[in-house]
């Protein structure tokens, strides 16, 4: 949208002094202009983020968007008390999953509540044991992971005609 509004098919009102009025928030335009140039969305409280939200969806600021749904996603984490975060998995599923086996705490289960993996390649990933209680796996390709022994309650699986889960994910145990 800022691109739009300076390249030049469009005519813009300038003062005498050449300055553009846009007729948007100036505190969460300057949040917009700090990410721009750093590519970094400062530490807000939440419903800030919700008003930096809808100014990003107006100017078309996917990366802007993306990044706040990822800070709202990690506040949702941090506060179920998730051991680790959607972006931790990603991260891990980006090495080969044979050398990824993902260890809790001594005599305790890893936990994974609330936690949003949904769309994520979790192919041959290995939950056994952890507690995955209100973790999303929508539309995940599951293939070849394993969950022997988890707790599954309030997991949610909708939409699994596009999962690749199929008959080849262990949940035995």
Known sequence: MLAAMFSGRYSLCQDDKGCVFIDRNGEYFGYIIDWLRDGDVLTLEDSKYSRLLKEAQYFQLQGLIDEIH?????????????????????????????????????????????????????????????????????????????AVGCSFFEVRLMDLSSSCMGWIMDVSG
């Not at 080969?96 to 390649?121: A, C, I, T």
């Open 70 to 146: 990822a800070v709202f996603n990690n506040n949702k984490e941090q506060q179920l008390g998730a051991d680790l975060s959607r972006t931790d998995i990603i991260k891990f599923s980006q090495y080969e999953r044979r050398y990824v086996k993902l260890w809790p705490p001594y005599n305790q289960r890893l936990k994974f509540q609330g936690v949003n993996l949904s769309g994520l390649d979790l192919s041959g990933a290995n939950f056994d044991g952890a507690s995955l209680q209100g973790t999303s796996f929508i539309r995940a390709n599951l293939r070849g992971a394993s």
